[in-house]
């Protein structure tokens, strides 16, 4: 596991937060922002070649959407996964319409309970 940098923005001070890359032993790889805004290290995550990276895209206390799918472009996972779409405390964080306009190459979306197989 690597913490990476995460914030860069009003909410999230970068000296506060982390994201994370885990890197299991069959070599794949998956990065999850954290609560974040684009950071200046995804310029250069492209070279950890990871597999499965999940964007917080909330567009409240993180980057919105269209943030997301620059920092998408940035990091150059394999598949890109929107997450925390949404910024209710009682109900769902997963919203599909809103996932739908996460337009980023490699997108996949994963809903709530929905599992999926790292391969």
């Not at 990276?53 to 920092?71: I, Q, R, T, W």
Request: hydrophobic letters at 35%; one cysteine or more; proline letters at 1%.
């Amino acid at each position: 596991m690597e913490a990476v940098e995460a914030g860069y923005n009003s909410l999230h001070d970068v000296s506060d937060c982390v994201g994370y890359v885990l890197t299991f032993s069959n070599g794949k790889s998956i990065y999850v922002t954290g609560d974040t805004s684009k950071t200046e290290q995804m310029a250069h995550m492209n070279e950890m070649e990871i597999d499965y990276a999940f964007f917080c895209c909330d567009g409240v206390y993180n980057m919105g959407l269209e943030e997301a799918a620059e920092s998408a472009e940035l990091v150059g996972a394999k598949h890109n996964i929107p997450y925390h779409m949404t910024t209710t405390t009682t109900g769902r964080q997963f919203d599909w319409e809103l996932a739908e306009q996460f337009d980023t190459e490699n997108r996949l979306i994963v809903e709530d309970g929905e599992e999926i197989l790292i391969e």
